[in-house]
């Protein structure tokens, strides 16, 4: 079974950082796609970065120049480094991976969530 664990959450004053991470754990044979997503009170949830296998990137345009996603191939884990966080940075931010699991064949993803990390920032 295949599970995606996030950490690194917590409470932060404006202009300050947090670290997320998003470890893949279980039975797995390829990760492909990795990113977040967040999702603020009464709003929809909304992409914020994602990162391919080689490590090209793409971000939402809200934090561009304050986030950057990097990752860890052999240890299936990626990492969110938020700067100079912002009030309306907060929300539950959620971990997505594609991910082929062992016992199928590349590439037949499937697309799993974390179970979401709250990360407030107070002004």
């Known amino acids: 079974q295949v599970q995606l664990v996030e950490s690194g959450g917590g409470l932060v004053q404006a202009g300050g950082s947090l670290r997320l991470s998003c470890a893949a754990s279980?039975?797995?044979?390829?990760?492909?796609?990795m990113g977040w997503y967040r999702q603020a009170p009464g709003k929809e949830r909304e992409l914020v970065g994602k990162?391919?296998?080689?490590?090209?990137?793409n971000y939402a345009d809200y934090v561009k120049g304050r986030f950057t996603l990097s990752r860890d191939n052999v240890k299936n884990t990626v990492y969110l480094q938020m700067n100079s966080l912002k009030p309306e940075d907060t929300a539950v931010y959620y971990c997505n991976a594609d991910i082929v699991p062992h016992g199928e064949r590349y590439p037949n993803f499937h697309n799993y969530w974390g179970q979401g990390a709250q990360v407030t920032v107070s002004s």
């Open positions: 990162i391919t296998y080689g490590g090209t990137t």
């Open positions: 279980g039975f797995i044979f390829s990760v492909n796609d």
